[in-house]
């Protein structure tokens, strides 16, 4: 798996009450079914949880992850860029420090599920060692589609 440098002036850090509205305006711009405001609010005291920021230091909160730590388990929840910085290595950068945060967390398979039209998303994942462990038929709303489960040792 690689590890990805950060580009100049982006950093990843952990979210704080303060981030949670413009999180919640990336997860409505990502995904057809967004979790609220009050949901990422309600996680972020969470014991096992691992709630992520993408911060550029002119623009703010650009993306973010969600990775659930369940002994040596973990699962990637949410993971989403700002739509206008989509396609310049943001996402890159997020997801290999949310695989080095679950090293340090002990997690030693992390899951995922994604679209599986989402051919961006699955060519960042498969780059990243994961690999096609199961389907949900329908899993997806809006539109109607499966979901691959996909799973990475750490």
């Keep these: 798996m690689e ?20 999180v919640a305006g990336i997860e409505a711009d990502a995904f057809s079914s967004p ?15 691992e709630l992520l ?8 909160v650009i993306g973010y992850a969600v990775l659930w730590c369940i002994l040596d388990q973990g ?8 739509p206008r910085l989509r396609g ?15 090293r ?11 679209r599986a039209s989402n051919e961006k998303a699955l060519h960042l994942y ?8 199961g389907r949900r038929k329908g899993y997806y709303e809006r539109p109607r589609e499966d979901a691959l489960i996909m799973a990475a040792r750490l």
């Design 53 to 60: 920021v993408l911060e550029d230091e002119r623009e703010g």
């Design 126 to 133: 498969r780059r990243f060692g994961f690999a096609d462990v």
């Design 3 to 22: 590890h990805v440098e950060a580009p100049a002036g982006v950093r990843v850090r952990r979210m704080a009450a303060a981030d949670v509205r413009v």
């Design 104 to 114: 340090e967390r002990r997690i030693e398979t992390l899951f995922l599920e994604v």
């Design 35 to 49: 979790w609220s405001a009050e949901t990422f609010a309600s996680l972020l005291e969470r014991p096992g949880l």
């Design 88 to 102: 310049r290595g943001l996402g890159t950068h997020l997801l290999s420090r949310v695989l080095d945060v679950a």
């Design 75 to 82: 699962e990637l929840a949410n993971v989403a860029i700002t």
